[in-house]
């Protein structure tokens, strides 16, 4: 029996993206700010509830050349219904934050994963379990270039995901992160966990 070609899909460019509606992001509403021990213990209560999260992860840019970075600053854990920032210099956040990434049996699906796990690794000693990069998957199901974020939401729900450059850029090593940094950091997870989702893989 002859195996089925790979169908390739095209993957859609920015202008095609810039003409559909918004990708309805979280609020801050419906996003906690992990700064304690006792804020990092109750989400990690409300956290190991599911089966899954969108994850992702923050590090303060580097400018000069040859500068390393201490990063990650920012852990960002979401479920399809809330998102939890852990600010990681806080050593109680720290170390909850470790845990949660170490657990087995909870997939952990992000893009462009390869340097979170590297910092990671490098910063909270522990290798990260269940990391499932988004991209792989859409490679495997006839995409030849990786989606990312903007890509993946397009493909599957049609709309436009809207990310800040200011906030990309901005210092995440920041004792007070603005309410811009939160909504841009917890949506990136919160996207991938909805992407996750779509795609079906919540049951396999």
Not at 44 to 65: H, I, R, Y
């Amino acid at each position: 029996m002859q195996a089925h070609p790979i169908q390739h899909h095209p993957t859609p460019d920015k202008d095609a993206i810039a003409l559909l509606p918004a990708f309805e992001r979280l609020g801050l509403d419906r996003i906690t700010l992990v700064t304690t021990g006792t804020d990092a213990r109750v989400a990690f209560s409300a956290l190991t509830q599911a089966k899954a999260w969108g994850f992702d992860t923050e590090s303060k840019p580097t400018f000069k050349v040859g500068e390393v970075s201490d990063g990650p600053h920012i852990l960002q854990l979401s479920t399809p219904e809330r998102a939890w920032v852990f600010q990681l210099h806080q050593p109680e956040c720290r170390a909850v934050a470790a845990e949660l990434l170490a657990l087995g049996g909870i997939a952990k699906a992000g893009f462009g994963l390869g340097d979170d796990k590297k910092r990671i690794i490098h910063k909270l000693g522990i290798e990260p379990q269940g990391i499932l990069e988004l991209n792989t998957i859409f490679r495997e199901r006839g995409y030849r270039k990786d989606m990312g974020v903007k890509g993946a939401v397009a493909v599957l729900f049609n709309q436009r995901f809207i990310k800040s450059k200011k906030a990309a850029t901005s210092n995440w090593a920041n004792a007070r992160l603005t309410e811009a940094q939160l909504v841009y950091a917890a949506n990136d997870a919160y996207a991938a966990i909805r992407v996750y989702n779509a795609l079906g893989l919540a049951g396999s």
